[in-house]
């Protein structure tokens, strides 16, 4: 009677079991037969009427408990973890489902966290995101974010030799692009735009852009799109080491270095420094001058492109508190760029020389992550300093000494201080209808300088913002948003946003609309720039910048076996009031202005098609310009032009053997502006194309890579910058250049990685 007692008890805990074990699915890798912890599972019951997804996460173990109401159903099960091919299948939850995954051929959906909820794969997230992972960063032979952004649609990149590079995006200033690293604002716009060769890729995971306004999440300065910088904040082992040097036959010589620590998969620390040099260059340079002596006392002495130096440090500090990190930044860059003048006459023994000191030193502190089951909090707080100091020198060339000269505005230093804090409240309920977003943003900007009214200047400005993700169907999402902000200066409207996506199979449609707002900048209000080669002088009586913009994009993508296949169809359309733009009041002075009405269309297509070893893409955008002055004279309602970019990798994985060609079209800009004498003028910039390739071969075990390439294949320089009168009158002016490129360039790369 025992013995059958004990066998009813045993057979009830084995049966109970087995009803635990029967709800149960675990995930492995295939390779290593290690579980995956966090892997996603969704779940669609095929016996119910209820036919909507159901979502999981994996635990520590690779496993979720499923609830009862699947066992013995049937159901489509999907489980997919970034790295690996998705899994598919049709079964009958009858007995516990061990499910392994296949590392992916290449074709990763890139993670992001731009303007979202939680860290989410590109193609869920709502708005279209470009991702440039550090492996295209490679490819490319990047050495700043101009290097990267080159060779990218919708995106066209101006130089000025002393003030430096900058962007348009969506027909749109840089002065409309929000420019962040790690989700923290850059500051130190000159001429409104921020210097794209300051922004050096070292210690770089991967670079997010999104086309279009976020007023809503980041508030001014977001008009035209958002350019997220998002650094490597996690040691690959416990200890790491990377060595880079880059050199161009021009005169350019870079080093960096970086090492990460990671201690019991808890703290995490990033150390990470440079040095780069540019001897300066001139279109009569001969092509090799890499270990050229520069002769300071002859005409070759100034140079088109100036000579400068870059210094930069990084470190950064993670610690992992299970599912919520914490972590602190700090980076310090110095840069100085010599402005060496022409000797003068008659004994060409002295010269006067300009140097402009840049020094940034930025913080942050951030937190991000699970706080509870189902809430996410990611938070950030910065400080950013920028300093840019210019003096002017009475240089004796034979001595090599100089002196400070006493003009009025020859010497000058400005100092920019930035206070900012922004955190946001999610919610992360899996099988929900609706999640949300609130949050707060703040954010103080203090100018100082001989060259600011008053020698000092404040702007602050605090919001609030809040959005929801609605999923009423299978494939839908609905996230309207808001933004209630208080500007010290401007008065700050209601923003609104709607995003809308739908996914149908191969296909993600996207139709957005936002509403903008940009206040004037510290600079564009009360800071003058003078020097030998500009005049620009602030306006405060700006008023600030509202727009309508509306986006649309469709995106197909088929994989099948090794093979991927991608074609998107984007469009656009900017309706921008009191656009802020620079207009000239005399020969060579300029001040800034606000333009009436100013709008930008436009449309692009592009293609990817991925192989095993074969990536390949080409694109096609078109944008049109249009401002008020059109209304005044009989021209065009829009200013077209185009855009072409292509690009193939090869990768020979097995030999360690790799090569690219990128190649980019600018078609011809045009555009009318006001002369001092209020003529109507038509400025275009002539077309012309880039070309670049390289070859990489990687050594001893993957640790030792060299790169070999040539850079502006072409040969581009200067492109001529035409303007007329629109009749052809007297006013009509002639031809000048403009500075787009050092011609051709030839490089070496060198990279060191050890892991332990």
């Known amino acids: ?27 492995f890798d295939s390779k290593g037969k290690q579980p995956l912890s966090f892997a996603h599972i969704v ?21 979720v408990d499923i609830p009862n109401q699947y066992l013995h159903k049937r159901v489509i099960i999907t489980a997919s973890f970034l790295g690996y091919n998705n899994y598919i299948d049709t079964v009958q939850l009858d007995h516990t489902l061990k499910i392994t995954l296949e590392e992916g051929a290449g074709f990763l959906d890139e993670t992001v966290v731009t303007a979202q909820y939680v860290p989410l794969e590109t193609r869920k997230s709502v708005h279209k995101v470009i991702v440039i992972d550090s492996k295209k960063i490679e490819q490319l032979a990047a050495v700043n974010l101009k290097d990267v952004l080159a060779y990218e649609l919708n995106m066209r990149l101006t130089q000025d030799n002393i003030l430096g590079s900058s962007l348009t995006m969506q027909g749109l200033g840089g002065e409309n692009v929000k420019i962040m690293i790690d989700g923290v604002p850059m500051i130190g716009r000159q001429d409104g735009n921020l210097d794209l060769n300051q922004i050096n890729l070292y210690n770089v995971e991967q670079i997010e852009i999104v086309e279009g306004p976020l007023s809503v999440n980041y508030g001014t300065d977001a008009l035209a799109g958002t350019i997220n910088i998002i650094t490597k904040k996690q040691s690959p082992s416990p200890l790491s080491v ?43 340079d001969p092509w090799f001058s890499l270990f050229k002596k520069q002769d300071y006392q002859e005409d070759g002495r100034f140079k088109s492109w100036k000579p400068k130096t870059q210094n ?31 000797p003068r006459q008659p004994r060409k023994t002295t010269a006067f020389d300009d140097t402009y000191r840049t020094l940034r030193n930025d913080h ?23 300093q840019r100091k210019k003096n002017t020198y009475f240089t004796n060339l034979e001595s090599q000494e100089g002196i400070l000269t006493t003009n009025s505005g020859d010497q000058d230093t400005s100092k920019f201080i930035q206070w900012m804090g922004r955190a946001s409240f999610s919610s992360q309920f899996y099988n929900s209808i609706v999640n949300f977003e609130t949050g707060v943003d703040f954010n103080r900007e203090t100018a100082t300088g001989v060259r600011i009214l008053n020698d000092k200047q404040i702007i602050s400005d605090y919001a609030f913002f809040t959005s929801a993700e609605i999923i009423p169907i299978n494939g839908l999402t609905l996230r309207p948003g808001i933004r209630l902000a208080y500007n010290t200066q401007y008065k700050a409207p209601i923003i609104p946003s709607l995003n809308v996506k739908y996914s149908l199979k191969d296909f993600d449609f996207r139709i957005a609309y936002a509403y903008g707002f940009r206040a004037p900048s510290l600079k564009e209000l009360y800071f003058d720039f003078v020097d030998i080669n500009h005049n620009i002088v602030g306006s405060k009586d700006l008023k600030a910048e509202y727009s309508h913009s509306y986006t649309g994009n469709i995106q197909y993508r088929k994989w099948k076996k090794h093979t991927l296949y991608k074609t998107e169809l984007s469009l656009f359309f900017n309706d921008v009031k009191n656009l802020i733009t620079l207009v000239q009041l005399k020969d060579v002075e300029y001040t800034y202005t606000n333009v009436g009405k100013y709008k930008t269309i436009g449309s692009g297509i592009k293609q990817t098609f991925k192989w095993k070893w074969i990536d390949a893409f080409a694109g096609l955008n078109i944008t049109g310009r249009y401002n008020r002055i059109n209304e005044e004279v009989k021209a065009k309602t829009y200013n077209i032009t185009s855009e072409v970019n292509a690009g193939l990798a090869l990768n020979w994985d097995k030999i360690g053997l790799s090569s690219t060609v990128f190649y980019k079209f600018q078609g011809k800009l045009s555009n009318l502006v006001l002369d001092a004498d209020k003529n109507i003028l038509e400025q275009y910039l002539k077309p012309y194309h880039m070309l670049d390739a390289h070859i990489t071969k990687l050594l001893w075990k993957k640790r030792v890579g060299i790169t070999v390439g040539v850079k502006n294949i072409v040969g581009v320089k200067n492109i001529s910058s035409v303007g007329a009168s629109v009749d052809g009158g007297v006013h009509s002016a002639g031809s000048t250049s403009v500075p787009v490129a050092m011609g051709r360039i030839g490089f070496l790369k060198f990279h060191f990685t050890f892991a332990k």
């Open 1 to 27: 009677m025992k013995g059958t007692k004990k066998i009813l008890l045993l057979s009830l805990i084995l049966m109970t079991c087995s009803n635990i074990i029967a709800q149960s699915i675990q995930v």
């Open 242 to 284: 990377q060595v880079e040097s880059y050199n161009e036959n021009i005169g350019t010589y870079n080093q960096s270095a970086n090492m990460g620590i990671r201690i019991k998969d808890i703290h995490s620390i990033q150390v990470s420094g440079g040095h780069n040099t540019f001897k300066g260059w001139s279109s009569d």
């Open 312 to 342: 930069f440090g990084r470190f950064q500090y993670n610690v992992n508190l299970k599912e919520f990190v914490l972590g602190y930044r700090g980076d310090i860059f110095i840069e100085e760029i010599r402005n060496r003048g022409l």
């Open 43 to 63: 779940l669609r019951n095929l016996e119910d009427n209820d036919n909507r997804n159901k979502y999981f996460v994996t635990d520590s173990d690779g496993k």
């Open 364 to 386: 942050s502190i951030y937190g991000n992550g699970r706080i509870a089951k189902n809430f996410h909090l990611n938070a950030v707080a910065g400080y950013n300093y920028y």
